[in-house]
């Protein structure tokens, strides 16, 4: 039992169109089977589903007819197109009747249950469907059509002349209407012996006795020379072994076409043309002893196959068949005998054994459309009609649709009915016709299935007397059988408990047992509750089955989806919109509500379901104020890991449901949280306006020697003026913070060496920020206060900004260069390095540079400034090779690591982060501006039109003194001092600017502690302030004794006009702080920290913490003598370094301590390359200083609380 | 015919690859064979290839900017779209134009000022936000690492904070012994597990992408094909 309506091989038709032929088991034991077909018939629910999935769109559908409903590709009057009555079988003698079949045909002389049948078999059919408009809500509408249709189409059978029997004239086409027309009796029982005589009746006599006569039967002893020769061989060659109706049929039908000879006459055999009865074999010998196969061969052999048969037999020209007189006779007999034996249900008895080849289905259950639901209506009278006569065991199979329901079947082929193979099965065709040829339409009558569906009544009729056996062929109820007893309650109650067993369960499988073979093919569960279109559909998709393929119905069912309206969006609430940006359609979710189940209209959630709602919940807010507080998506996922076994639905450990119990926290933020980020903010933020959290230690003002980034600074330095520096620029504006200070202050030190940057990039953005980094903060010099022009117009130019070594402003395109942006990464860099020469031929802006450049061995010095580990790869990989100048990387603190393995090879020199820059721009803004290049002529020849507006310089480079100290030395001849500089005031300078580079400026001092730094790198000072002579706070005191015998006058003021304010006793001593600019007199301070002057001249200064001399030697200062601030504390030690002069010339110049001396002039425009000061330099170190303690605590306090939770966990578990 | 597509797809790939692949590897200090490269222009070849390279990169930076305006011109005029994706699609849009605009200006000389118009939305706009971006990562790290054993205490959570801390103290510009002590530790992790582990990264992909190259070159790695 297969259904091949949307399975069917498209290599299968259309030449064959009896597909569902082909599906009938073959083997015997099918036919045993009928009993099967009582438990096999039953609950049809997976048809009720499916049906169920057709239902709201057969209407829709109506147009897209199911190929199997439809009869356009088939030609009329096939197997399968007939059989509008629902039933398995092919009644196609009942289609032949048409609507003007007879249904009032007599049939008295055959039961009522067999004679109502043709009511039965007026069940609708499935081939066709009413495709004009007909209601399809009218059953029997499209039936009638169908019957007219093929009325209309086909061969009408002959027939039978009055003398015939009663039960043969009631056969369907054996007995003529009164128009005329070959008709037959819908009331007829479909027998097969009565099929062939049919047939038989139906066909004109023919004329052609020698055709016979070329058969060699041998001679049989009762009726020799009656009986025709091939039948006589028929009958002795063969004790039909394997008679089978179909078979049978098929053979007379190939007999019936060649055998008319358009008078009407049946070319019967001369033996059934006598009335010779002892003679004749009755039922069961012609049905159950024939040899059919030599009957096949008999008839193969001597008619041609049955295409020629609607020329043969027009349905135009029908001719009233002639009975000759001696088969009436024999006829009447048979009648008789046949009648009784149908009211004995012995001729019954014996049918089954022509279906032996058959399916074994139970023909009268019938064909029932699956489209047409009302088939399966109670309400409806089909397709038994309960008419009157119809045995009750049919009636209560109908009312139970405990009927087999051969599965629809592909377009054209709309029946399960064997096919001619399986007709043939087990016969010698030989030389048999093709199949197509046999099923001629005119012959169709013997192979349309209903020899097999009428067999199958009767066999099932076998069954029953016998018993009914399940599927498994054990019977049931053997002994006692009854008909009405086996339909009654109690024995269908066991047929379902049987079917329903597990033993029966499992022999099904998991398939229902009511599914039909298509659905089993296709491996659909159809248990009795899960067979859906959806399923099939679905099922039908994995068997990768494209739509072309699906069945009609699959199709418009696919349609039909198609064409559902789109749902409404205005629908979705906004917080679904939100979450779903982008997503036009969003279905609205269904209210649900997390209640306690059993409620009407409550959703009950397992434990698992409830977890993931409180999940989405938690990420969606919704409006439902009634539930429970619900943790966050982050408390949901870090709860426990996920489990797999839970995700696939396999755990057997409990889900815990979420219950929190915390209260509802509202929209606020967590307060740790926000704790978290005052507390870090605060500790950023504040070290730039409160000093006292200015806590830690600066960066180092220079690197370790040796160093990675000592190298990266002596690389830079010994930069030649005019050379070529290559700087590539690989950082994003994210670590523009980072980074920026690194850019800023190499590139101030390539133009203070003179040199020349070329900037390069592979990202775009990180290009253009180093351009403005370097035209706003490094050349431009539009700030006034740094250099530029001011709001007049004048050109203001402070030192060293904007003007390199050459003495002119930097410019684009002649001191520096930004190069076109590097697309592709890593194969643009390559492309770069391949074609340097063009690639830096115009800059970015399309200009020309008037760079020679031809190879990375051009540029003095290749320098890359990156963000991640990849950039420096990049360029370790790709331009390192290719020039004999290692890299020089700084990178960011994060990429550090990852960067570090390449500075080996092909990197020398690397700087980290915001610490190595901190130090390289300390170290620049500690060195004096070099000297201009010599041959410079751009020097910039300021003129000023207004005087300067004084402004407060606090310049923090490095104070580098070089004193010119004439020192008599005491017995040490080498003296290292570090004084420490108590109080450095704050200069405010208003600086005068002449047409000449000079300019007077007068100093303020203000005696507060300031740094060191503060003062500008070439103010000496005169006066030592404050008067302190604790030089380097190494207590170390400048002192001297009156080197008279008198007493000495101290006077107010370093002149001898000055006022005597005291007097010192001869011998005695003195502390020295300070003198005046020749040095004729000394500041003294007295005991009672008054100050005053005495004549140097009477003052003999000892040497520092030696004594007096005994051996005055004479030094000369070391030019390389150096004072160097070593750090930006406000109190730094100077080194005065002394070196003893080889002459040892006694001569003893007073010592004159660090005496700083007011700037004469304001600073001139700069020849030289300096460095200005970074805004915020040291808060902004401060700041990460704070941030970094903040950020400890921070993760220190969590690790402890968490700890301790877990700790405290653990222990109440 | 895929099949044919396909193998030649693969033969394409394998010789421009070795051309190329020859091209930059064998330079002039190879002797005959760089002869001979030399002969055959392979250089000069895949020159050419790495210049049809980036030149078809920068064509799809103009596609993927095009593409960009003309999605997002859909959504301000479809049908459907919401009233705030309209107005984010037209901020979109408009600054696309208009940087765009602003720059071809600025080039042709129309527009001139110190700070140039472009100059003013890269620094101020765009580095601005780029940078309060980067600086909120400061705050979800130390939430995320304040939080990494609120669940559950494990040991690498433990390993992990200790590490952390170890390293930020180490950075603590304190001058004090036991900072000292720290950040000599701080510098051995860095100096000795950290950078073997990044080394043994960086040769676990120098192999991959030799590997991965090599199948290339030999036709064993075709997912051009699709």
Redesign the interface.
Not at chain 1, 125 to 150: K, N, Y
Not at chain 1, 549 to 570: I, R
């Given at each position: 039992m297969t259904d091949d309506f949307d399975k069917r091989p498209p290599d299968e038709e259309p030449e064959d169109d009896f597909d569902w032929l082909k599906d009938v088991p073959d083997d015997d034991s099918s036919s045993s089977r009928s009993g099967d077909n009582l438990g096999f018939t039953g609950e049809l629910s997976w048809r009720q589903d499916v049906e169920d999935a057709f239902d709201d769109q057969l209407n829709e559908a109506n147009a897209d007819t199911p190929d199997w409903q439809q009869t356009d590709n088939q030609p009329k009057g096939q197997p399968g197109k007939s059989g509008n009555l629902g039933f398995t079988g092919e009644l196609d003698w009942l289609r032949a009747s048409g609507e003007e079949a007879a249904p009032e045909a007599n049939d008295t002389d055959v039961p009522d249950w067999l004679a109502r049948m043709d009511l039965a078999q007026s069940s609708p059919p499935l081939d066709e469907t009413p495709d004009d408009g007909t209601d399809v809500d009218d059953s029997m509408a499209w039936l009638q059509q169908d019957d007219e249709f093929d009325a209309e189409d086909e061969l009408e059978p002959a027939t039978l002349e009055d003398d015939a029997p009663d039960w043969m004239q009631d056969l369907g086409g054996l007995r003529a209407s009164d128009e005329g027309e070959l008709q037959t009796s819908n009331a007829l029982p479909d027998t097969g012996a009565l099929d062939w005589l049919q047939e038989y009746a139906a066909e004109p006599a023919t004329d052609e006795p020698e055709e016979v006569d070329e058969f060699e039967l041998p001679p049989e002893p009762t009726a020799e020379n009656d009986v025709p020769d091939w039948m006589a061989g028929a009958y002795d060659s063969t004790p039909a072994a394997e008679p089978t109706s179909s078979l049978f049929t098929d053979d007379l039908d190939s007999e019936s076409v060649e055998g008319t000879t358009g008078t009407g006459e049946l070319d019967l055999p001369p033996w059934l043309m006598e009335d010779t009865p002892a003679e004749l074999p009755n039922e069961n010998d012609l049905f159950g002893e024939f040899d059919t196969g030599m009957l096949r061969e008999a008839a193969e052999s001597e008619y041609p196959p049955a295409p020629a048969i609607p020329e043969a037999a027009p349905p135009e020209e029908p001719e009233e068949p002639v009975v000759k007189g001696r088969i009436t006779d024999w006829l009447e007999r048979e009648s008789e005998i046949a009648s009784s034996k149908i009211e004995q249900d012995d001729f019954l008895n014996t049918l089954p054994e022509f279906t032996s080849q058959s399916t074994g289905e139970f023909p009268v259950t019938g064909e029932l459309p699956p489209t047409s639901n009302e088939w399966f209506d109670e309400s409806e009278p089909e397709p038994f009609d309960a008419a009157d006569g119809v045995p009750d065991w049919l009636t209560e199979l109908q009312d139970q649709g405990d009927i087999t329901v051969d599965e629809p079947v592909q377009a054209g082929s709309a029946y399960d009915m064997p096919d001619d193979d399986d007709l043939f099965a087990g016969l010698d065709l030989g030389d048999a016709p093709p199949v197509e040829q046999a099923a001629a339409p005119a012959g169709e009558f013997f192979n349309t299935g209903e020899l097999r569906n009428i067999d199958d009544i009767l066999s099932s009729y076998k069954d029953i007397e016998t018993g009914v056996s399940d599927r498994t062929g054990n019977l049931v109820n053997q002994a006692d059988f009854d008909m009405d007893s086996l339909l009654s309650d109690d024995e269908l109650d066991k047929i379902s408990s049987l079917r329903q067993s597990d033993e029966r369960r499992a022999e099904m499988g998991d398939i229902s047992p009511d599914a039909p073979d298509w659905l089993s093919d296709i491996g659909v569960s159809v248990g009795s509750d899960d067979v859906s279109a959806a399923a099939i559909v679905r099922k039908q998709a994995q068997n990768e089955r494209g739509l072309d393929e699906l069945s009609d119905q699959l199709q418009a069912l696919h349609q039909a989806g198609l064409d559902l309206p789109a749902p409404v969006?205005n629908d979705a609430p906004d917080n679904m919109?939100a979450l779903l940006?982008?997503v036009?359609e969003i279905l609205s979710p269904a209210p649900m509500r997390i209640g306690k189940p059993a409620l009407a209209e409550d959703l009950v959630l397992s434990a698992s379901h409830r977890e993931k709602v409180n999940l989405l919940q938690s990420l969606i807010a919704t409006d439902d104020q009634t539930k429970e507080p619900q943790l966050s998506a982050i408390d949901v996922t870090?709860?426990d890991s996920p489990d797999l076994d839970d995700l696939a639905g396999t755990s057997t450990r409990a889900i815990p449901v979420i219950t929190s119990t915390r209260k509802k926290r509202g929209a606020l933020p967590k307060i740790?949280?926000l704790l978290?980020?005052v507390v870090?903010a605060v500790a950023v933020i504040l070290p730039f306006v409160v000093r006292g959290l200015r806590i830690?230690?600066?960066?180092p003002l220079s690197f370790a020697a040796g160093s990675a980034q000592q190298v990266a600074f002596d690389r830079v330095a010994n930069l030649q003026p005019g050379d070529t520096v290559l700087i590539a620029a690989e950082y994003?504006?994210?670590?523009?913070?980072e980074l920026d200070t690194t850019l800023d202050t190499l590139l101030r030190h390539i133009f203070s060496r003179g040199a020349r940057p070329v900037i390069v990039s592979t990202n775009a953005?990180g290009l253009?920020?180093a351009k403005?980094v370097l035209e706003?903060g490094v050349v431009?010099g539009?700030d006034v206060k740094d250099g530029g022009t001011d709001s007049t117009g004048n050109i203001v130019v402070s030192p060293g900004l904007g003007i390199n070594r050459f003495g002119r402003i930097i410019t684009l395109g002649k001191d520096y260069f930004i190069a076109p942006f590097i697309?592709?990464?890593t194969?643009?860099l390559?492309?770069f390095s391949?074609?340097i020469g063009g690639r830096l031929a115009t800059d970015y802006?399309?200009k020309p540079t008037n760079l020679q450049i031809t190879s990375y061995n051009d540029f003095a010095l290749i320098a890359v400034i990156a963000e991640r580990?990849d950039d420096v790869?990049r360029w370790a990989e790709q331009v390192a090779p290719l020039t004999s100048n290692p890299l020089l990387i700084a990178v960011s603190a994060a990429a550090a690591?990852?960067a570090?393995?390449y500075t080996v090879g092909s990197v020398n020199g690397m700087l980290v982060g915001y610490k190595d820059a901190y130090t390289y721009r300390a170290i620049l803004e500690a060195q004096a501006p070099l000297a201009p290049i010599a041959g410079s002529t751009n020097i910039p020849t300021v003129v000023p039109t207004k005087p300067p507006t004084a402004t407060a310089v606090t310049p923090t480079a490095t104070v580098t003194l070089t004193p010119s100290i004439t020192y008599t030395p005491s017995a040490t001849p080498t003296i290292t001092r570090t004084p420490t500089i108590t109080r450095t005031p704050t200069i405010t300078l208003t600086p005068t600017v002449t047409n000449t580079p000079t300019a007077t400026a007068t100093a303020t001092f203000t005696p507060t502690n300031i740094r060191a730094s503060d003062l500008p790198p070439t103010w000496t000072p005169t006066t030592l302030p404050g008067g302190s002579s604790d030089i380097g706070g190494q207590g170390l005191l400048i002192t001297g004794v009156v080197n008279v015998s008198d007493a000495v006058n101290v006077r107010d003021n370093p002149s001898r006009s000055g006022k005597v304010i005291a007097s010192l006793p001869a011998r005695s001593t003195v502390q020295i702080i300070g003198r005046n600019e020749d040095g004729t007199w000394l500041q003294i301070k007295l005991e009672d920290e008054r100050e005053g002057w005495v004549s140097a001249s009477l003052i003999r200064i000892n040497e520092p913490g030696t004594g007096t001399p005994t051996t005055p030697v004479a030094y000369n200062v070391d030019e390389n003598a150096h004072v160097s601030l070593l750090s930006d504390s406000n109190y730094q030690p100077i080194a005065v370094n002394l070196q003893a002069s080889p002459s040892p010339s006694p001569t003893l110049t007073p010592f004159i301590p660090a005496t700083l001396a007011a700037p004469a002039a304001a600073p001139l425009p700069a020849q030289g390359a300096s460095i200005k000061t970074t805004p915020y330099r040291d808060q902004r170190?401060y700041g990460m200083?704070l941030?970094?303690?903040a950020?400890?605590g921070?993760?220190?306090?969590?690790?402890i609380i968490?700890?301790v939770?877990?700790?405290f966990r653990r222990g109440r578990k | 015919m895929t099949r044919l597509g396909s193998a030649l797809a693969t033969a394409i790939v394998i010789v421009v690859g070795i051309i190329t692949f020859l091209g930059l590897v064998v330079g002039s200090s190879l002797g005959g064979l760089s002869t001979v490269i030399n002969a055959f222009a392979f250089p000069t070849i895949a020159n050419a290839f790495l210049q049809l390279t980036v030149i078809t990169v920068a064509i799809t930076v103009l596609i993927g900017i095009v593409n960009l305006v003309i999605v997002h011109l859909g959504r301000v005029f479809g049908r459907g779209k919401p009233v705030s994706q309209r107005i984010n699609s037209l901020v979109l849009v408009v600054s696309a134009i208009g940087v765009i605009v602003l720059g071809v200006l600025e080039r042709a000389g129309v527009l001139t000022g110190s700070p140039s118009p472009t100059t003013v939305l890269l620094e101020g706009v765009q580095v601005s936000i780029e940078s309060a971006l980067a600086g909120l990562v400061l705050f979800a790290l130390v939430y995320g690492a304040y939080r990494l054993m609120r669940r559950r205490v494990t040991g690498s959570g433990l390993l992990f904070t200790l590490v952390l801390l170890l390293i930020l103290t180490g950075a603590l510009p304190f001058s004090t012994p036991a900072m000292r002590t720290v950040g000599i530790v701080r510098d051995w992790l860095m100096a000795v597990p950290v950078s073997a582990g990044a080394r043994g990264i960086l040769l676990g992909i120098a192999l991959a992408v030799t590997v991965a190259g090599a199948r290339v070159l030999i036709g064993q790695d075709r997912s051009y094909r699709d």
């Amino acid at each position: 039992m297969t259904d091949d309506f949307d399975k069917r091989p498209p290599d299968e038709e259309p030449e064959d169109d009896f597909d569902w032929l082909k599906d009938v088991p073959d083997d015997d034991s099918s036919s045993s089977r009928s009993g099967d077909n009582l438990g096999f018939t039953g609950e049809l629910s997976w048809r009720q589903d499916v049906e169920d999935a057709f239902d709201d769109q057969l209407n829709e559908a109506n147009a897209d007819t199911p190929d199997w409903q439809q009869t356009d590709n088939q030609p009329k009057g096939q197997p399968g197109k007939s059989g509008n009555l629902g039933f398995t079988g092919e009644l196609d003698w009942l289609r032949a009747s048409g609507e003007e079949a007879a249904p009032e045909a007599n049939d008295t002389d055959v039961p009522d249950w067999l004679a109502r049948m043709d009511l039965a078999q007026s069940s609708p059919p499935l081939d066709e469907t009413p495709d004009d408009g007909t209601d399809v809500d009218d059953s029997m509408a499209w039936l009638q059509q169908d019957d007219e249709f093929d009325a209309e189409d086909e061969l009408e059978p002959a027939t039978l002349e009055d003398d015939a029997p009663d039960w043969m004239q009631d056969l369907g086409g054996l007995r003529a209407s009164d128009e005329g027309e070959l008709q037959t009796s819908n009331a007829l029982p479909d027998t097969g012996a009565l099929d062939w005589l049919q047939e038989y009746a139906a066909e004109p006599a023919t004329d052609e006795p020698e055709e016979v006569d070329e058969f060699e039967l041998p001679p049989e002893p009762t009726a020799e020379n009656d009986v025709p020769d091939w039948m006589a061989g028929a009958y002795d060659s063969t004790p039909a072994a394997e008679p089978t109706s179909s078979l049978f049929t098929d053979d007379l039908d190939s007999e019936s076409v060649e055998g008319t000879t358009g008078t009407g006459e049946l070319d019967l055999p001369p033996w059934l043309m006598e009335d010779t009865p002892a003679e004749l074999p009755n039922e069961n010998d012609l049905f159950g002893e024939f040899d059919t196969g030599m009957l096949r061969e008999a008839a193969e052999s001597e008619y041609p196959p049955a295409p020629a048969i609607p020329e043969a037999a027009p349905p135009e020209e029908p001719e009233e068949p002639v009975v000759k007189g001696r088969i009436t006779d024999w006829l009447e007999r048979e009648s008789e005998i046949a009648s009784s034996k149908i009211e004995q249900d012995d001729f019954l008895n014996t049918l089954p054994e022509f279906t032996s080849q058959s399916t074994g289905e139970f023909p009268v259950t019938g064909e029932l459309p699956p489209t047409s639901n009302e088939w399966f209506d109670e309400s409806e009278p089909e397709p038994f009609d309960a008419a009157d006569g119809v045995p009750d065991w049919l009636t209560e199979l109908q009312d139970q649709g405990d009927i087999t329901v051969d599965e629809p079947v592909q377009a054209g082929s709309a029946y399960d009915m064997p096919d001619d193979d399986d007709l043939f099965a087990g016969l010698d065709l030989g030389d048999a016709p093709p199949v197509e040829q046999a099923a001629a339409p005119a012959g169709e009558f013997f192979n349309t299935g209903e020899l097999r569906n009428i067999d199958d009544i009767l066999s099932s009729y076998k069954d029953i007397e016998t018993g009914v056996s399940d599927r498994t062929g054990n019977l049931v109820n053997q002994a006692d059988f009854d008909m009405d007893s086996l339909l009654s309650d109690d024995e269908l109650d066991k047929i379902s408990s049987l079917r329903q067993s597990d033993e029966r369960r499992a022999e099904m499988g998991d398939i229902s047992p009511d599914a039909p073979d298509w659905l089993s093919d296709i491996g659909v569960s159809v248990g009795s509750d899960d067979v859906s279109a959806a399923a099939i559909v679905r099922k039908q998709a994995q068997n990768e089955r494209g739509l072309d393929e699906l069945s009609d119905q699959l199709q418009a069912l696919h349609q039909a989806g198609l064409d559902l309206p789109a749902p409404v969006t205005n629908d979705a609430p906004d917080n679904m919109k939100a979450l779903l940006i982008g997503v036009p359609e969003i279905l609205s979710p269904a209210p649900m509500r997390i209640g306690k189940p059993a409620l009407a209209e409550d959703l009950v959630l397992s434990a698992s379901h409830r977890e993931k709602v409180n999940l989405l919940q938690s990420l969606i807010a919704t409006d439902d104020q009634t539930k429970e507080p619900q943790l966050s998506a982050i408390d949901v996922t870090l709860d426990d890991s996920p489990d797999l076994d839970d995700l696939a639905g396999t755990s057997t450990r409990a889900i815990p449901v979420i219950t929190s119990t915390r209260k509802k926290r509202g929209a606020l933020p967590k307060i740790d949280r926000l704790l978290i980020a005052v507390v870090l903010a605060v500790a950023v933020i504040l070290p730039f306006v409160v000093r006292g959290l200015r806590i830690g230690q600066l960066p180092p003002l220079s690197f370790a020697a040796g160093s990675a980034q000592q190298v990266a600074f002596d690389r830079v330095a010994n930069l030649q003026p005019g050379d070529t520096v290559l700087i590539a620029a690989e950082y994003g504006l994210t670590d523009a913070a980072e980074l920026d200070t690194t850019l800023d202050t190499l590139l101030r030190h390539i133009f203070s060496r003179g040199a020349r940057p070329v900037i390069v990039s592979t990202n775009a953005i990180g290009l253009l920020h180093a351009k403005n980094v370097l035209e706003r903060g490094v050349v431009s010099g539009l700030d006034v206060k740094d250099g530029g022009t001011d709001s007049t117009g004048n050109i203001v130019v402070s030192p060293g900004l904007g003007i390199n070594r050459f003495g002119r402003i930097i410019t684009l395109g002649k001191d520096y260069f930004i190069a076109p942006f590097i697309a592709g990464d890593t194969v643009g860099l390559r492309d770069f390095s391949q074609n340097i020469g063009g690639r830096l031929a115009t800059d970015y802006n399309g200009k020309p540079t008037n760079l020679q450049i031809t190879s990375y061995n051009d540029f003095a010095l290749i320098a890359v400034i990156a963000e991640r580990s990849d950039d420096v790869r990049r360029w370790a990989e790709q331009v390192a090779p290719l020039t004999s100048n290692p890299l020089l990387i700084a990178v960011s603190a994060a990429a550090a690591p990852m960067a570090e393995p390449y500075t080996v090879g092909s990197v020398n020199g690397m700087l980290v982060g915001y610490k190595d820059a901190y130090t390289y721009r300390a170290i620049l803004e500690a060195q004096a501006p070099l000297a201009p290049i010599a041959g410079s002529t751009n020097i910039p020849t300021v003129v000023p039109t207004k005087p300067p507006t004084a402004t407060a310089v606090t310049p923090t480079a490095t104070v580098t003194l070089t004193p010119s100290i004439t020192y008599t030395p005491s017995a040490t001849p080498t003296i290292t001092r570090t004084p420490t500089i108590t109080r450095t005031p704050t200069i405010t300078l208003t600086p005068t600017v002449t047409n000449t580079p000079t300019a007077t400026a007068t100093a303020t001092f203000t005696p507060t502690n300031i740094r060191a730094s503060d003062l500008p790198p070439t103010w000496t000072p005169t006066t030592l302030p404050g008067g302190s002579s604790d030089i380097g706070g190494q207590g170390l005191l400048i002192t001297g004794v009156v080197n008279v015998s008198d007493a000495v006058n101290v006077r107010d003021n370093p002149s001898r006009s000055g006022k005597v304010i005291a007097s010192l006793p001869a011998r005695s001593t003195v502390q020295i702080i300070g003198r005046n600019e020749d040095g004729t007199w000394l500041q003294i301070k007295l005991e009672d920290e008054r100050e005053g002057w005495v004549s140097a001249s009477l003052i003999r200064i000892n040497e520092p913490g030696t004594g007096t001399p005994t051996t005055p030697v004479a030094y000369n200062v070391d030019e390389n003598a150096h004072v160097s601030l070593l750090s930006d504390s406000n109190y730094q030690p100077i080194a005065v370094n002394l070196q003893a002069s080889p002459s040892p010339s006694p001569t003893l110049t007073p010592f004159i301590p660090a005496t700083l001396a007011a700037p004469a002039a304001a600073p001139l425009p700069a020849q030289g390359a300096s460095i200005k000061t970074t805004p915020y330099r040291d808060q902004r170190w401060y700041g990460m200083t704070l941030g970094l303690l903040a950020v400890i605590g921070v993760i220190t306090l969590g690790a402890i609380i968490n700890i301790v939770r877990g700790l405290f966990r653990r222990g109440r578990k | 015919m895929t099949r044919l597509g396909s193998a030649l797809a693969t033969a394409i790939v394998i010789v421009v690859g070795i051309i190329t692949f020859l091209g930059l590897v064998v330079g002039s200090s190879l002797g005959g064979l760089s002869t001979v490269i030399n002969a055959f222009a392979f250089p000069t070849i895949a020159n050419a290839f790495l210049q049809l390279t980036v030149i078809t990169v920068a064509i799809t930076v103009l596609i993927g900017i095009v593409n960009l305006v003309i999605v997002h011109l859909g959504r301000v005029f479809g049908r459907g779209k919401p009233v705030s994706q309209r107005i984010n699609s037209l901020v979109l849009v408009v600054s696309a134009i208009g940087v765009i605009v602003l720059g071809v200006l600025e080039r042709a000389g129309v527009l001139t000022g110190s700070p140039s118009p472009t100059t003013v939305l890269l620094e101020g706009v765009q580095v601005s936000i780029e940078s309060a971006l980067a600086g909120l990562v400061l705050f979800a790290l130390v939430y995320g690492a304040y939080r990494l054993m609120r669940r559950r205490v494990t040991g690498s959570g433990l390993l992990f904070t200790l590490v952390l801390l170890l390293i930020l103290t180490g950075a603590l510009p304190f001058s004090t012994p036991a900072m000292r002590t720290v950040g000599i530790v701080r510098d051995w992790l860095m100096a000795v597990p950290v950078s073997a582990g990044a080394r043994g990264i960086l040769l676990g992909i120098a192999l991959a992408v030799t590997v991965a190259g090599a199948r290339v070159l030999i036709g064993q790695d075709r997912s051009y094909r699709d």
